[in-house]
């Protein structure tokens, strides 16, 4: 879980983020690797958001925030489950609770 790559970043900010916080995996890079190992990680993540960038047509992060964000499958099936919730009448509460609310049924 969490921001471990570049295109974790690229991700976070194409949804609103300012920026992504991939401190863990660039300290376990440096003790891994030490400083050699750490900038290769860097380099890496810099290629990531730069392939990311260049699949959606982004010249620029700020193009990048302004990506159309497409919905995995899961995520989609729950807003059009949402949207038709939203058109269903409301359901009237059974007589006989209306009843004891003190309502007419």
Same mark, same amino acid.
């Given at each position: 879980?969490?921001?471990?790559?570049?295109?974790?970043?690229?991700?976070?900010?194409?949804?609103?983020?300012?920026?992504?916080?991939i401190a863990?995996?660039?300290?376990?890079?440096?003790?891994?690797?030490?400083?050699?190992?750490?900038?290769?990680?860097?380099?890496?993540? $810099?290629?990531?958001?730069?392939?990311?960038?260049?699949?959606?047509?982004? $010249?620029?992060?700020?193009?990048?925030? $302004?990506? !159309?964000?497409?919905?995995?499958?899961?995520?989609?099936?729950?807003?059009?489950?949402?949207? $038709?919730?939203?058109?269903? !009448?409301?359901?009237r509460a !059974?007589?006989?609770?209306?009843?004891?609310?003190?309502?007419?049924?």
């Open positions: 879980g969490g921001v471990s790559s570049g295109l974790d970043i690229a991700r976070a900010i194409a949804l609103g983020a300012n920026a992504g916080g863990r995996p660039v300290l376990q890079a440096l003790t891994e690797g030490g400083v050699e190992g750490a900038r290769a990680f860097l380099q890496q993540v $810099r290629a990531e958001i730069a392939s990311v960038m260049l699949l959606v047509g982004a $010249r620029s992060v700020d193009e990048l925030r $302004r990506v !159309p964000t497409l919905l995995g499958s899961g995520l989609s099936a729950y807003v059009e489950l949402a949207k $038709r919730q939203e058109k269903l !009448p409301k359901k !059974p007589k006989d609770v209306q009843k004891q609310k003190g309502t007419k049924g």
